[in-house]
């Protein structure tokens, strides 16, 4: 499969993830489209070691194979950055009884 | 058209049908079964790419386990339709206008480079099984792999400190 169907998957995906962060004004949904879009690099860095393993597999067996182990590392982050972001979220719920990030201006003032 | 082809198309379609409807989707409910089925085909993907390993685990940390705790805040807090912030009309225009700037931009930037013409192997090569993964993992990467535990242990002290009623 040619790396650029891939590329340009990847980047429709990012862009839809970037759009819903501008659209939305619910925290919960902006969380979620950061979870699209760090899917979206994922998906990028497996086809890329997969394009590298084609290119240098011949010569090393194990060409390509950082880019799966920092996708593990990606999605570790991500697991705990999701169980701090939805405390951070509960708590702001618990205080303003809203999720809409417009009354989160306080520091305007 | 071989099966490869059209399994790749079908779970492209899917993926961003997927995710247009978890941007545009009143509900949050349905964003987050929308994201869930986004995610499968996404690992459906990894499938093809012969990353049977993060198809797995992106089935089991992403659909299984963020998913859940999604789901399980937005029905904590009774979050509906009704509910939904309103926004200005003109607002959501522009995140819209500058997203697709930023395809655009994107798209045009990547169209005609070098790295177009090479291929992503498909079906075969074995890196992405647990064998070769579990092998690197826990010898040139045995010290991130501790130290993420670290992370885990951090954010879970981290997350019970923030929902703690004071």
């Excluded at chain 2, 009704?82 to 522009?94: D, G, H, S, V, Y």
Aim: include cysteine; hydrophobic fraction near 60%; charged fraction near 10%.
């Amino acid at each position: 499969m040619p790396i650029n169907y891939y590329i340009f998957l990847s980047i429709a995906l990012f862009c839809i993830g970037i759009v819903g962060v501008l659209t939305r004004r619910n925290a919960i949904i902006i969380f979620m489209c950061i979870e699209l879009m760090m899917n979206a690099v994922n998906l990028l860095l497996v086809a890329f070691s997969k394009m590298h393993h084609a290119t240098n597999g011949a010569t090393n067996a194990s060409a390509g194979i950082d880019g799966q182990i920092f996708v593990f590392f990606i999605m570790v982050v991500a697991a705990a950055e999701v169980s701090v972001g939805l405390a951070i979220i509960v708590m702001m719920y618990r205080n303003i009884h809203s999720v809409d990030v417009n009354f989160l201006n306080r520091l305007k003032h | 058209m071989n099966v490869t082809q059209i399994l790749f198309w079908f779970l492209s379609v899917l993926a961003l049908f997927g995710a247009l409807m978890v941007v545009t989707s009143k509900n949050p409910v349905h964003s987050v079964l929308w994201l869930i089925a986004t995610f499968f085909s996404i690992s459906g993907h990894y499938i093809l790419l012969n990353a049977q390993f993060l198809a797995i685990v992106n089935i089991i940390v992403y659909a299984g386990a963020i998913m859940v705790l999604f789901l399980f805040v937005i029905m904590l807090m009774n979050l509906n339709k009704t509910t939904e912030p309103k926004k200005n009309r003109w607002l959501k225009l522009a995140g819209g206008v500058a997203g697709g700037c930023l395809l655009l931009v994107f798209i045009a930037a990547l169209k005609s480079s070098e790295i177009t013409q090479q291929t992503a192997e498909v079906k075969t090569g074995d890196i992405g099984l647990i064998k070769n993964l579990g092998r690197e993992l826990f010898s040139t990467y045995v010290v991130p792999f501790e130290i993420s535990s670290i992370l885990f242990l951090s954010a879970m002290v981290g997350a019970v400190v923030i929902g703690k009623k004071e």
